[in-house]
DNA sequence: TTTATTTACGAAACCGTTTTCGTATAATTC
DNA sequence: GAATTATACGAAAACGGTTTCGTAAATAAA
């Protein structure tokens, strides 16, 4: 109820302020003999030290904030899961915000982590977001910041990624392979880099295997999922020669088959179906689907193991490298064998 | 770099500390005029006031943690989701902690929160949770804690949680009704209420349906996907009878698909399948799975909204009801017309 | 005009730690 | 035995806000 301070440790046991606090952190400063005193009471009183009074006077929070799109989403859940795994081994504590895709929202965040909040920050940019003013306004007060999977170029920091790129140019060319000519490519925004990488990989990989890149056939969709759908649909019915799609987003996957489903095009008869996915029940789904999975689980990881060395420096210089864990092309179903 | 303080703006303005501060949360001892001007040097320069400072002095953080099992899980990520729409509009910050289902961490985190990190709880108790002294001693020392889905029922406190019994009898009924007579119950943990309710709604629906209820057909699994699978395998291939399951639990409906894939059992035709379960894809998977849905989304906003208004209060004290809110039962073909 | 009351602000204590620096005593060196 | 160096601890100043209380000036009431 009312808090056990540490004065009243001291007070309990004859000792100073000072020395208590110096037991408790096992200073070289205090005996054996105090400290085991100490530590005893603290056990018994159940003492716990006040982490804001702490942080205040450290100037540090053992916290790390993480700012997302969204949680409901295979990818990062599986990255937070590992960003979590890493943050309890060292003890920091782990605050997260979501951006809901919305680039004002991203700012209010990061502003608010100018105050001192977070030690540092692990983040994956919003779709809106085209700028990195309020980034780099955080990083010049001296709180380090990793990106991961969704990055914005501009800005010089550790980036933890995938291979976009090289994945999406591997799953076009299976499409292409399986005797696809006329191929969507499906994604939620012209703006994110690593749909640009998706894209660019996708273009390539036609021109590559001799077929012709289409405006047309590069579709761009909202996240308003019904709105998404009706579009799909009048997509798919209007140009009857598509016979693959590559989806560069979980969800689309999903708008994807209750598209085809409701036109009674069969997959992968008709159209063949690849999608960016992490779903664990992608091999469950009818017809199983073709995923390109991401690492998400060791993005995360790698991004928080990343940062948390950055904070264990004096200076918190964080190294500009970009890391690659690639994504692996797991054939299934919705695809030719 | 070096962080702008209240000191800095007060010797800028030629005001005192006292005055600054009272300005920037609008107090009424403050003329409009002063007022103004400290709005504008702090929108000029950038100031954003130290949350630890403000914490330690206020007794208050602002922040609420979650402990949950795990977080890649459709129910979690849309209860966070719902945790995080709340904090969101209240101003509070989330802290996300992650039990993996270990009752030993699950203290270990309740046991830091009675530091006063966190000014409440939401929580989801580990399946091993039996007992609640780790909760009883942090609700002792002030900090409100709210249980969502997985509750404690010896802790006395608020509860929002779904209709488990109902579910659970309403989708046995389901089986029955559709000619099962040998139906399996999946469950990872005869220990949670929520299995245990589940459990007995489904026990119940059996017996007012003149069915026997028989120990052999309800098993307890691992959440070890790979032995989990292998002793549903094991179970299937011994008692040819089974034409029916009820898992409790999402990720059991994967291993079933599984199972009865390997087994070359279909579904529904041989065995119709029900799981608990928000899977987005539950319509797509091969066949589409009927399911329990939880209302997930709702239940940690409501959670939120309890635990905020508790906070809100001056005495912090919880209101100890419970809210159900209701699943509903979303048939599909995993269980026939 | 005198007294009472607002109004607008400042001084200083306080929140609970950590850390620097000083010092008495004990141990060591010469 | 004197000088030096460890050892073990305490006093006090931070950290950056908030809050209480006091007060001078301005306004209202008498």
């Known amino acids: 109820m009312n808090k056990l301070t540490i ?69 990062f859940a599986q990255a937070i899961n590992g960003i979590e795994s890493i943050a309890q081994e060292k003890g920091y504590h782990v605050l997260i915000y979501l951006t809901h895709e919305s680039f004002e929202k991203e ?48 800005i010089e920091t550790s980036k933890i990624i995938t291979n976009d790129y090289e994945s999406a140019y591997l799953a076009t060319e299976h499409l292409v392979k399986k005797g696809c000519k006329q191929i969507l ?41 019904k709105r998404d759908y009706l579009l799909l649909k009048k997509k798919l019915r209007s140009s009857k ?16 088959y209750q598209a085809c489903e409701d036109l009674r095009l069969s997959i992968p008869e008709d159209i063949q179906v690849i999608s960016f996915s992490n779903l664990e029940t992608a091999s469950f789904l009818n017809p199983p689907l073709t995923t390109i999975a991401q690492p998400a689980f060791e993005i995360g990881k790698t991004a928080a193991s990343m940062l948390v060395k950055a904070l264990g420096r004096k200076k918190f210089e964080i190294q500009k ?10 054939m299934r179903k919705s695809t030719r064998v």
């Open 7 to 75: 004065k009243m440790l001291a007070k309990e046991l004859g000792l100073s302020v000072s020395t208590i606090s110096k037991a408790i952190r096992d200073s070289h400063e205090i005996s054996d003999k105090t400290k085991q005193r100490v530590n005893e009471l603290v056990e018994k009183l159940n003492y716990v030290p006040n982490p804001y009074a702490s942080s205040l006077r450290r100037r540090n929070s053992k916290t790390i904030g993480v700012v997302i799109p969204e949680v409901v989403d295979s990818f």
């Open 107 to 154: 700012k209010t965040i990061l502003k608010d982590f100018e105050s001192g909040r977070v030690d540092g920050v692990l983040m994956s940019v919003s779709r809106e977001t085209t700028q990195g003013g309020h980034m780099e306004a955080l990083m010049k007060k001296g709180v380090p910041l990793v990106f991961f999977d969704r990055v914005l170029d501009e």
């Open 185 to 225: 490519f499906l994604s939620f925004s012209n703006i994110l880099s690593i749909s640009r990488k998706r894209l660019n990989g996708y273009k390539n990989a036609l021109l590559a295997n001799g077929l012709e890149v289409m405006e047309k056939n590069i579709l761009t969709f909202n996240n308003d999922s």
């Open 241 to 256: 020669r598509t016979d693959g799609i590559l989806a560069s987003v979980e969800k689309l996957a999903i708008t994807i």
């Open 321 to 330: 490298e970009e890391i690659i864990i690639p994504s692996t092309l797991v």
